[in-house]
């Protein structure tokens, strides 16, 4: 396992860091990929295996990638990872910056780790009246930056897309059964279905991978019923 997640990693780290010709915001990487990946899987299955099944474990597998992709940003994303190390080592340096931080944070003996876990999972507001205010400003400006997704959609690493992922549920149910389908399409649909529900609880970078991942596998065999 440990192996796997190594692997990973390692994966991410070359994605990203290819990604950042275009943006180092996350959700345009997982975008781009995940548009890759359903390219890629259309080929594979069309021209090498003859089917036209879609969102099984190939996809299963590329968004549980995903998932601890983005888990993993503050040790694998360049410019978040030196964010967090920088206003760390400022932080343990200063004994007025120091005292600051752990009034709001209340953390024991706050050491690099503990202070850049903290910061990443905490959010501006708390952090307003805390000197030196404009070093935590320019912080969560440079994370909000790389984790934002597109405008009011929340960031890639919160878990908060419960509900569009309950109506994405409903309408992909809606379209798959008008359709003619046999009993192994149901139990695919319910492990579909499952599946959606529990990345939900994940978090947002792993839920829009499999909404872009999805809604495009469901157009490319719309496309092809069409033409037959």
Known sequence: MELLKKANDTLWIYILNLCNIVSDNVAYSIM???????????????KIFKS??????????YILSVSYMVERLPLIHTRIHKALSTIAGILLQSEDYMHGFVTVSKLDNPNSKKIAQYLYYSHADIFTNTYPNELYEHLFETLNDIRRIFFIF???????????VLGFVILICIIQ?????????????????????????????AVL????????????????????
Not at 154 to 164: D, L, M, S
Not at 179 to 205: A, E, P
Not at 213 to 224: A, V
């Open 209 to 228: 991978a499999a909404i872009i991942l999805y809604s495009m596998q469901l157009l490319i065999l719309g496309m092809q019923q069409n033409s037959t």
């Open 154 to 164: 929340g960031n890639v690493h919160e878990a908060t897309w419960i509900y569009p």
């Open 177 to 205: 059964l008008c359709q003619k389908n046999t009993y192994k399409d149901f139990i695919i649909l319910s492990l579909q279905v499952l599946f959606l529900i529990y990345i939900s609880t994940v978090n947002n970078g």
């Open 52 to 61: 036209n099944s879609i969102f099984f474990l190939p996809e299963f597998t």
């Open 32 to 46: 781009m990929t995940t548009i890759l990946f359903v390219g890629i899987m259309y080929i594979i299955r069309r």
